[in-house]
C-alpha cells in the first residue's frame, strides 16, 4: 500500500503563491505516477496536474496552465505543486493521489477514477 500526505495549504491573497508537498510512504515502489487533483464545495472533483515517476511532460488542466506547476523528488518519494498567481476559484481541499498503472494516454490521468491511493487533502483558500 502507498501512503500519501499532503502539506503546505493556507489562506493567501490573490496573486499570491503556495507549494503544497505530497509525501509517499509504503509501497512506493508500485507507483507510475502522481497526480494533483481539487474539490471546492458542492463541486466534483476537478484534475489540475500529473507527473510520472520516470520523468516525461507533466499534464496540466487548462485552468492552471501556466500558473502551476508539477514536480518531484524521486528521492525523496514527494511530489510538489507550486502554485503562483492564486485567484479566489482555487480555493479548494487538494489532493494528491498515486497511480498503480502506466496509461498509454495522458487522459486516464485526469481523471480521478485512474488513482489508486489519496491523501487526506490540503487547505487552499485564496481571498479577493
Known amino acids: 500500500q502507498v501512503q500519501l500526505v499532503e502539506s503546505g495549504g493556507g489562506l493567501v491573497q490573490a496573486g499570491g503563491s503556495l507549494r503544497l508537498s505530497c509525501a509517499a510512504s509504503?509501497?512506493?515502489?508500485?507507483?507510475?505516477?502522481m497526480g494533483w487533483f481539487r474539490q471546492a464545495p458542492g463541486k466534483e472533483r476537478e484534475f489540475v496536474a500529473a507527473?510520472?515517476?520516470?520523468?516525461?511532460?507533466?499534464v496540466y488542466a487548462d485552468s492552471v496552465k501556466g500558473r502551476f506547476t508539477i514536480s518531484r523528488d524521486n528521492a525523496k518519494n514527494t511530489v510538489y505543486l507550486q502554485m503562483n498567481g492564486l485567484k479566489p476559484d482555487d480555493t479548494a481541499v487538494y489532493y494528491c493521489?498515486?497511480?498503480?498503472?502506466?496509461?498509454?494516454?495522458?487522459?486516464?490521468?485526469?481523471?480521478?477514477?485512474?488513482?489508486?491511493?489519496w491523501g487526506q487533502g490540503t487547505q487552499v483558500t485564496v481571498s479577493s
Open positions: 507527473i510520472r515517476w520516470g520523468g516525461g511532460t507533466p
Open positions: 509504503g509501497r512506493t515502489s508500485s507507483s507510475y505516477a
Open positions: 493521489a498515486a497511480d498503480t498503472e502506466l496509461y498509454s494516454s495522458n487522459y486516464y490521468y485526469t481523471i480521478p477514477g485512474s488513482y489508486d491511493y
